[in-house]
């Protein structure tokens, strides 16, 4: 148990922020946490639960004094928060966050934070449909990986040291130029949840039709697909606006793809339909075989009893 900073101030309580207080937590890694949430709610909850050493009424308190502040918001609220917490920081501080989209945040944070501190967005790979302060485990970063995205210039031992807490954390630690993260993210994340917002929508327009048996009869390939799009809209929201061009980009490909599968379906071509899910399932493999993923059938979920 190393404490890596004597001073960590977290912005924004929900499930990124509160799995990294626990996490923190678990390895030691921070002497005193602060929190702060916009909403009284928020906090009230926070204090509950013992999320955070001390829960703060202003950001400008929660971050006085930290040498780590931690912008857990959302994407689109990250430039206000940065302007309201800027007067506020300790000189020599870092200043990361865990946005889901990297080249939107340097824009909407950097032009606010003073020259004497360190800006280091970060991304963590990690997460659940859940939301809120409640819904955050010490585990959540375990063997997942956590992409710094150094802005030019950044100190290498500010860079060392963040890089430690995520490790500390149980994250594997890589690095990533902003532009890339947002393409990479786009085809692993980005355009997956909206394929899966768009299923589960023509499958609620449908059920009309059904007379509810797409939810009594609900099988794998749709309850995955609700699963994803059962995420927090503020935040999938916030993705597709700030991550435009590759979401787009990605988009545009899927659709091409789409109409080359229905035309094997028209006109009976199993030939390529078999060779493409052929490729397709090699991909799963090497996802399980990276550790990212496990082999148990039904993706190892337990059987709900009744
Ligand atoms: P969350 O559980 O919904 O919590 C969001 C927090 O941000 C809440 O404390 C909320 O405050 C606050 N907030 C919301 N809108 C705000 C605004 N306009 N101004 C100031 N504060 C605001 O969210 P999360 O899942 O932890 O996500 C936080 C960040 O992590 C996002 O940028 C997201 O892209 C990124 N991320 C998420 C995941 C994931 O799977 N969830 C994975 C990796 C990265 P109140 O509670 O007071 O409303």
Redesign the pocket.
């Known amino acids: 148990m190393t404490v890596i900073y004597d001073r960590v101030a977290l912005?924004?309580?929900?499930?990124?922020?509160?799995s990294m207080f626990w996490a923190m937590k678990r390895g030691g890694l921070a002497g005193e946490v602060t929190g702060y949430?916009?909403?009284a709610?928020?906090?009230d909850t926070a204090r509950r639960i013992g999320l955070c050493d001390r829960v703060c009424d202003t950001a400008a308190e929660a971050v006085a004094g930290a040498d780590l502040v931690v912008l857990?918001?959302?994407?689109?609220?990250?430039g206000?928060?940065a302007a309201e917490i800027a007067p506020h920081l300790k000189p020599g501080a870092t200043v990361s966050?865990?946005?889901?989209?990297k080249a939107a945040v340097i824009q909407a944070v950097g032009p606010h934070l003073p020259d004497n501190v360190h800006f280091i967005p970060a991304?963590?790979?990690?997460?659940?449909?859940h939301?809120?302060?409640e819904?955050g485990f010490a585990t959540l970063f375990d063997n997942r990986w956590c992409l710094l995205v150094p802005v030019e210039g950044t100190d290498a031992d500010a860079l060392d040291r963040l890089s430690r807490l995520w490790a500390g954390m149980g994250a594997n630690v890589d690095t990533m130029e902003a532009d890339h993260h947002d393409l990479v993210l786009a085809v692993t994340s980005h355009a997956p949840h909206l394929i899966a917002y768009t299923m589960v929508g023509v499958a609620d327009d449908l059920r009309r039709v059904t007379d509810s048996e797409v939810i009594k009869y609900s099988a794998a390939g749709f309850r995955d697909f609700t699963r994803i799009a059962a995420?927090?809209p503020?935040?999938w929201r916030?993705?597709f606006l700030t991550n435009k061009e590759a979401t787009l980009e990605i988009l545009g490909r899927f659709t091409e793809e789409l109409f080359a599968l229905q035309r094997a379906i028209r006109t009976g071509d199993g030939d390529h339909l078999h060779a493409y899910f052929t490729r397709t399932r090699a991909i799963r493999r090497g996802i399980i075989e990276a550790g990212q993923d496990t082999d148990a059938p039904d993706f190892g979920r337990v059987k709900a009893v009744r």
């Not at 966050?97 to 989209?101: E, L, N, Q």
Request: charged share 15%.
């Open positions: 912005i924004g309580l929900g499930l990124i922020a509160s949430a916009r909403s709610a928020t906090r857990c918001v959302p994407v689109g609220a990250m206000a928060v966050d865990v946005g889901s989209v991304h963590p790979l990690a997460g659940t449909e939301s809120g302060p819904s995420s927090d503020t935040m916030d993705v």
